[in-house]
């Protein structure tokens, strides 16, 4: 038993529901196990913009996370993230990379309002490798290639459609009068 708990440890059979035991069983045996991830080497990436929030390093720092989400080749579904500081100092750079996606003022920062559709990017990342040897990514530049169109949710109302349009009858398919149909 691993848990403090005073609560009695769940088995498989309480959270799986009939017979997905034995088939989770045979999945569990063939399957090899994957590899950790290991930093991207260094190198140029197509990247979507994921998301943009606001956040405090542990020491306390505000900053900007970027994460980017490779979108082709051999790496593509991976992270990078990218830190921009919200202090004096780093403060240009981070205007800098903001104004890029669209983020022009506090308020669409604070919102991360990142304008509608896909970001596609070119992001440029250097391999870091820290004083106890451990290798991270770093982003050191990216340029917005495209903003791709969002896609357009198929039962939205076409440009010009609105509720005064007279191409569609509301009650065209109403019961008539006295209850016969």
């Known amino acids: ?3 403090n708990d005073t609560q009695p440890r769940r088995r498989l059979t309480d959270i799986l529901a009939n017979g997905q035991c034995g088939n989770l069983r045979d999945a569990w ?14 190198g140029t990436y197509e990247c979507h913009v994921h998301s ?18 490779v979108c082709e ?9 990218h830190d921009c500081w919200l202090t004096p100092a ?3 750079q981070t205007k800098r990379d ?21 970001i596609q990017c070119r992001v440029r990342v ?9 290798e991270r990514n770093r982003v050191t530049r990216f340029d917005v290639l495209r903003v791709d169109e969002p896609e357009r949710d198929p039962f939205a109302p076409t440009d010009g459609a609105d509720a005064g349009d007279a191409s569609f009858d509301f009650g065209a398919n109403a019961k008539p009068e006295g209850g016969a149909s």
Not at 30 to 40: H, K, Q, S, Y
Not at 52 to 69: H, M, Q, S, Y
Not at 73 to 80: F, Q
Not at 105 to 111: I, Q
């Open 29 to 42: 045996n063939r399957t090899e196990a994957a590899p950790d991830f290991a930093p991207l080497p260094a």
């Open 90 to 92: 780093a403060l240009p």
């Open 52 to 69: 943009v929030e606001l956040f405090n390093a542990r020491t306390g720092t505000p900053g900007v996370k970027i994460r980017f989400d």
């Open 1 to 3: 038993m691993y848990s």
């Open 98 to 118: 903001c104004l890029k996606l669209g983020l022009d003022s506090l308020d669409k920062l604070e919102s991360a309002a990142v304008p509608p559709g896909r």
């Open 126 to 134: 250097a391999l870091r490798r820290d004083d106890d040897g451990t």
């Open 73 to 81: 080749g051999e790496h593509a579904g991976r992270a990078l993230f």
